[in-house]
């Protein structure tokens, strides 16, 4: 069975913080982008995983905040969700992975806050319904249910379902599909303004400003978390992030720290036309948003804050 790796050492060897994961292993091309560190089986569907976040990664915000950015959980489940299949469902390296839904939520009581260096993280990962090629017998899609712990605190939980497809059938899937940039895109709109969306650097805006819409625009086609290496489709991560920019416009810049985010994408979004995005809020707290590419819904999902004068 997938991930039945029968290991007493495995299962009793603390898990290590020292290294990263080798970084082909979760589709990174830079190692600073890398953020697991280790991960064992313990029977079954079961594993433990070490991820460390550090206070320098460039997704962390200026002005001494002490938390994180919430999209370092999602991060954290896609490295995962990347790794395990490659070291033990046999899939192939050359496969492609894709992100078909997926789900967080944060504890901001209990997630941790920073004072020197980084972040430990433990992950103990619950796989299951894992889908199987009858043609190869390869794991073709598995959805995978994460929980996270940091100073002996369990902090977030997430979940989500990926999708391995072999390159001749990505080459397939992907007949005709628009070209991707060769070069940065000038802007459709007024680029907002970074304190609006809740970052601290002006590369770190993914929407801009139309009278009629918001659109999901980044400001650095090769920003080092978002952009680590070439993609023919927007990255699933930079619609996260310009959802969550969109809804901290929305509200004036108040709400910018999700605790509940979900997402599900059953298209791909091109990088031509721009796609815009749109949020709906219920309340004072929760906001859906739709991901719009021409007249083509791409992805939608969900976030859910603090009532907006919690959020910091």
């Known amino acids: 069975m997938y991930g039945n790796v029968e290991s007493t050492e495995h299962a009793l060897r603390p898990l290590s913080w020292s290294r990263t994961v080798d970084r082909e292993s979760v589709h990174r091309s830079s190692v600073a982008e890398v953020l697991l560190t280790d991960a064992l089986p313990c029977g079954g569907l079961t594993f433990r995983v070490a991820a ?16 994180h950015h919430p999209l370092m959980v999602a991060e954290t489940l896609r490295q995962i969700g990347i790794h395990l299949p490659l070291k033990y469902f046999d899939v192939s390296p050359d496969a492609h992975f894709l992100i078909k839904d997926l ?32 043609d190869s017998g390869r794991a073709r899609g598995v959805r995978l249910r994460v929980w996270f712990w940091a ?6 939980r997430a979940s989500g379902r990926a999708r391995f497809v072999e390159r001749q059938d990505y080459a397939v899937l992907r007949a005709g599909r628009p070209p ?5 895109m000038s802007s459709v709109g007024t680029r907002v303004c970074p304190e609006s969306v809740g970052v601290g650097r002006a590369r770190d805006v993914m929407v801009s400003a139309t ?32 959802a969550r ?6 509200s004036g810049g108040s709400a910018v720290r999700p605790l509940v985010v979900r997402l599900r994408a059953p298209r791909f979004t091109e990088f031509a036309p721009t796609a815009r995005v749109e949020c709906t809020w219920h309340g004072t707290a929760g ?18 804050f603090p009532r907006h004068a919690d959020n910091p």
Do not use: N
């Open 103 to 134: 789900y967080f939520a944060l504890d901001p009581d209990a997630e941790p806050r920073l004072a020197h260096g980084a972040t430990d993280v433990s992950c103990l990962v619950v796989a299951d319904d894992v889908r199987v090629a009858p």
């Open 245 to 250: 920019q969109a809804a901290a416009w929305g």
């Open 287 to 304: 906001v859906s948003f739709r991901v719009w590419q021409g007249e083509v819904r791409t992805a939608v999902g969900a976030m859910r």
């Open 151 to 156: 100073d002996g605190r369990r902090f977030a």
């Open 52 to 67: 460390q976040w550090s206070r320098s990664h460039p997704s962390f915000p200026d002005g001494g905040a002490d938390r």
């Open 180 to 184: 991707a940039p060769g070069a940065p």
């Open 211 to 242: 009278p009629s819409a918001l659109h999901v625009d980044p400001a650095d086609p090769l920003h080092p978390f978002f952009f680590d290496h070439g993609s023919d489709h927007v990255p699933g991560m930079v619609l996260l992030e310009a």
